[in-house]
């Protein structure tokens, strides 16, 4: 069971990336899927988050609006589209699975089961 989160990399301010969250070893179908992120000397804050359904999304009040989470369960894989990026989102972003369908309280990153490894997002001039 496994997750791997890929996609990062360095941005100018203002630019995209699109960020990747591939499960091996289980499927995505019946799991909520959040996206944290890190930056240094921060705590893990919850980003986004996608039901199993794709019926609900969440998004924390600092990427609204610019941060786009969708699924697509035939690739058993979740998306993280992030536009007008800022310095401030520059963090280490990881992906977790819920054995849930929904994704009520989904900042706290003890409902989740499975964590993947992180990808690094640099946003910088």
Known sequence: VQLQASGGGLVQPGGS???????????????????????PGKEREGVSCISSSAGSTYYADS????????????KNTVYLQMNSLKPEDTAV?????????????????????????????????
């Not at 990427?63 to 035939?74: L, Y």
């Not at 409902?111 to 993947?116: M, R």
């Open 63 to 74: 990427v609204k609006g610019r941060f786009t989470i969708s699924r697509d369960n035939a």
């Open 17 to 39: 990336l699109r960020l990747s969250c591939a499960a091996s070893g289980f499927t995505l179908d019946y799991y909520a899927i959040g996206w944290f992120r890190q930056a």
């Open 93 to 125: 972003y990881y992906c977790a699975a819920r054995d849930q369908n929904y994704c009520s309280g989904y900042g706290s990153s003890r409902l989740y089961d499975y964590w993947g490894q992180g990808t690094l997002v640099t946003v910088s001039s």
